[in-house]
């Protein structure tokens, strides 16, 4: 993929099957490092072919990220009859875990299949999150496990194969989502669990901090950061994220729209740039709010251009 130091370090939405006239200026002046993508905009692989090559024809870079949320399960923007339908994480481990293995190795080696053939670059998978019974059920299936050797184990698996098919995998939601007691995208969860505690969370995410991209979670840590959530907080970026985890590679935000995070769109994507995020992601495609994170980017950041010459 081509990282560009003039392009800004925020991944889009857009609004359709299609782009529209204003789509198109605004990301031709823009030159966001990249785009995601929703089943808003996806009706069959013709179509899909053809927005994608429309998108990457707005940026001066060759091979900008396009990404996807593809986990399986509830969350999957490719679904039949066009494409297959992955099993929720849950269900592929199920049984014994060499089993699980398999089956995990199988169905993202055929996502991976699947996303590169329509030109998609970037999975925002696998869910790295420990599936915790007391929390919000916003996680639920999508995880793999509530052990985090399992989670860890099977996570790797799933980061191998993605990568072995061509496609950039994103773990997610780092440093974990699992005890978080209410949904993110409708209200800004509070974990208060002991920092010892919180070392479970941790685990799968360190166990795979080799992998090349990572998602942060809207959550306030009060054992690190009683301020701030990961995603906005510079002590949980670089002394949990890159120091305790140990993951050096690329960090986004979760969506900018999501209700834990409050204020202009601008302070939003600045308090996550500024916190150590190497990108903001902002989903919806609405034309105000892309404006305002506009107002809040600036050029990538010498650390991440560092980690990247590394």
Request: glycine share 6%; charged share 20%; proline share 7%.
């Amino acid at each position: 993929m081509s990282f560009s130091s003039s392009s800004s370090p925020v991944i889009f939405g857009c609004s359709g099957t299609t782009l529209t006239p204003e789509e198109k200026e605004f990301f031709t002046e823009h030159q966001p490092l990249g785009f995601i993508l929703f089943k808003r905009n996806i009706k069959d692989k013709i179509q899909l072919k053809a927005l994608v090559k429309e998108l990457k024809s707005t940026l001066n870079t060759t091979n900008p990220p396009i990404l996807i949320d593809q986990e399986g399960g509830r969350v999957a923007r490719l679904t039949s009859p066009h494409w297959f339908h992955p099993p929720a994480s849950a269900l592929l481990a199920q049984g014994n875990l060499d089993d699980a293995k398999k089956r995990v190795f199988e169905t993202y080696s055929q996502m991976a299949e699947e996303l590169k053939e329509m030109g998609i670059t970037v999975n925002c998978a696998p869910v790295l999150d420990l599936n915790i019974a007391e929390a919000d059920p916003i996680m639920g299936d999508r995880t793999f496990s509530d052990d985090p050797h399992v989670v860890a184990e099977l996570g790797t698996i799933a980061i191998k194969a993605l990568q072995a098919g061509g496609i950039t995998p994103v773990m997610k939601h780092i440093p974990g989502h699992g005890a978080a007691t209410c949904d993110s995208h409708e209200a800004l969860p509070v974990v208060s669990l002991p920092y010892k505690d919180l070392q479970s969370h941790f685990a799968p995410f360190k166990a795979n901090a080799h992998c090349p991209w990572a998602m942060t979670a809207h959550i306030v840590y009060t054992a690190v950061d009683p301020e701030h959530p990961a995603t906005q907080s510079s002590l949980l970026i670089q002394d949990v994220i890159r120091e305790e985890i140990g993951f050096r590679g690329f960090l986004i935000s979760d969506d900018l729209g999501m209700k834990a995070l409050t204020g202009p769109f601008s302070e939003r994507a600045h308090r996550s740039l500024e916190a150590g995020c190497d990108a903001v992601l902002h989903c919806s495609g609405n034309r105000k709010e892309m404006n305002e994170v506009m107002e809040g980017v600036k050029p990538f950041s010498a650390l991440f251009r560092k980690r990247m010459i590394q």
